[in-house]
């Protein structure tokens, strides 16, 4: 089970940190992801991290602003987002699978957490 948490209202240009604890089983040999879906649109991928913290893949447009990382001995990993825009308000994902951009390798979703941007 993912549990993700952090999500809240921010204003433009503000910033928030996203949690996803994981627990049940042990996620430390899992790749884990954080996708978004925003309203009227499909879900997609944000950013994902490779079982051991080593490897990060970001979509472009989060690039240099938003940070993945995972505590393996808490079975937690994080999203740090700064300079957050209006048109990332969505609900965030977190995934765990295999490492890849695509939803269908992730086996493991949490229920999603949402993100507000105002302007």
């Known amino acids: 089970q993912l549990q993700a948490s952090g999500g809240g209202l921010v204003q433009a240009g503000g910033s928030l940190r996203l949690s996803c604890v994981a627990s049940?089983?042990?996620?430390?040999?899992?790749?884990m992801a954080w996708f978004r879906q925003a309203p009227g649109k499909e879900r997609e991928f944000v950013v994902g991290i490779n079982w051991s913290g080593d490897t990060t893949r970001y979509a472009d447009p989060v690039k240099g602003r938003f940070t993945i990382s995972r505590d393996n001995a808490k079975n937690t990993v994080y999203l740090q987002m700064n300079s957050l825009k209006p048109e990332e308000t969505a609900v965030y994902y977190c995934?765990?699978?295999?490492?890849?951009?695509?939803?269908?390798?992730?086996?493991?979703w949490g229920q999603g957490t949402q993100v507000t941007v105002s302007s």
């Open positions: 049940g089983r042990t996620f430390s040999s899992y790749a």
């Open positions: 995934a765990a699978g295999a490492y890849s951009l695509r939803e269908k390798m992730y086996t493991y």
